[in-house]
């Protein structure tokens, strides 16, 4: 018998139960008090941007999120449902290409990512009919090679001008080389951090992820958690906590960009893991950091982050660990065998360009060799 999960939605004070057949499409209700998304892309090449902006009605001001997306992941479809979610609560969002292609060398990553970011508010500061930024309210979010990115942002902030991040979220951090500039305990103090992995991550493991938890010193713990998140095969459809779990396409965002696009709209599916993890998890964070609290006043020293339903059984879905001690948080090791091919600035054979990686539908490392010919400049 298929089992379905369902999820609590706090709304106006009114608890909602939602299946996991809706989860994949908005609730009929509107939650939102913007009903709108606004998008425009500017710039081009590696240093490019996405602004989504909250419309009808549209805000005077609003919080922004830096949403930094996967290796390759250059498309905003793939994350569309996520972002749709915080923008049309009142958010801006701004999503920094930061590559242009599988030709985009890693160490430009981060200036390329904050280059837009600083063009990104400039626009919103000055430009006529954009939703002016608030600037006492930012945070970052990043998946995969983008967690890595969010917490190198959040270091390198205050000597680039940017707002202090009150947020930063690196979920399932991953590197494609290891880059150790600028030094992570330069994250502020009053930064509330969560960095998150999954047992089922085949792909970056929990490394990166330790290592952010562990070197971002200047945060205490009541101002941080390490979650992993576990898979729950009770029911249907099973909730795998693998590499791609936040990604949450949207066919309104999609850019038609990317040379993986397909893939990654197709694997892109909607959720508990979305939208009773990583959405509540990034949301209460926000609120929290906004507020001035810290995250174990906001979470219950975070019991807040475990719960992500139950199934139409009544089973309760599997609950994340969640802590600040990782020596009791199991380690998680990409176990299929596969090894992760390291980027070097120079192919090793003249002609052959450097490969892009997936994991397939049975969870196998793939390389797809792009096409030079579209190389975006």
């Not at 996991?20 to 941007?49: C, N």
């Amino acid at each position: 018998m298929s089992r379905l999960p369902r999820i609590g939605v706090l709304v106006a004070g009114v608890a909602l139960s939602m299946t996991a057949a809706s989860l994949a499409a908005p609730p009929a209700f509107d939650p939102y008090p913007h009903k709108t998304v606004r998008r425009q892309e500017f710039g081009s090449g590696a240093r490019s941007y996405w602004l989504f902006e909250p419309a009808d009605p549209t805000p005077a001001s609003a919080p922004v999120v830096v949403f930094n997306h996967g290796w390759l992941a250059v498309n905003p479809g793939a994350y569309g449902a996520w972002i749709d979610h915080l923008v049309r609560s009142g958010r801006i969002v701004i999503y920094p290409r930061y590559q242009a292609d599988a030709f985009t060398r890693p160490t430009t990553f981060l200036s390329n990512a904050l280059a837009a970011v600083e063009d990104a508010l400039g626009v919103l500061e000055a430009a006529p009919g954009h939703v002016r930024p608030d600037r006492e309210r930012f945070a970052i979010i990043g998946h995969s090679a983008g967690g890595s990115l969010a917490a190198q942002m959040a270091a390198a902030a205050a000597e680039r001008g940017l707002p202090k991040p009150r947020a930063v979220i690196a979920l399932m951090p991953g590197e494609v080389q290891p880059i150790r500039e600028p030094t992570l305990d330069k994250i502020p103090p009053d930064t509330l951090l969560v960095v998150t992995v999954a047992e089922d991550d085949k792909v970056v493991g929990d490394t990166r992820a330790r290592q952010i938890f562990t070197e971002a010193t200047a945060v205490p713990l009541a101002r941080k958690k390490y979650i992993l998140y576990r898979s729950d095969l009770h029911g249907t459809p099973r909730l795998i906590a693998h590499h791609l779990a936040p990604t949450a396409a949207h066919p309104g965002l999609d850019s038609g960009d990317g040379f993986l696009r397909g893939y990654q709209m197709s694997r892109a599916e909607v959720n508990a893991f979305d939208r009773a993890g990583f959405w509540q998890l990034a949301d209460v964070t926000m609120q929290a950091a906004f507020s001035g609290r810290t995250l174990d006043e906001a979470t219950s020293r975070g019991a807040l982050f475990c719960h992500l339903g139950y199934w139409s059984d009544g089973r309760m879905v599997t609950r994340p660990l969640v802590g600040d001690d990782l020596a009791t948080i199991p380690r998680v090791f990409p176990n299929n065998g596969v090894r992760l091919i390291s980027w070097s600035p120079e192919p090793a054979f003249p002609g052959i360009p450097i490969p892009g990686l997936f994991v397939d539908e049975d969870d196998r490392l793939v390389v797809e060799v792009p096409d030079p010919s579209r190389r975006r400049k």
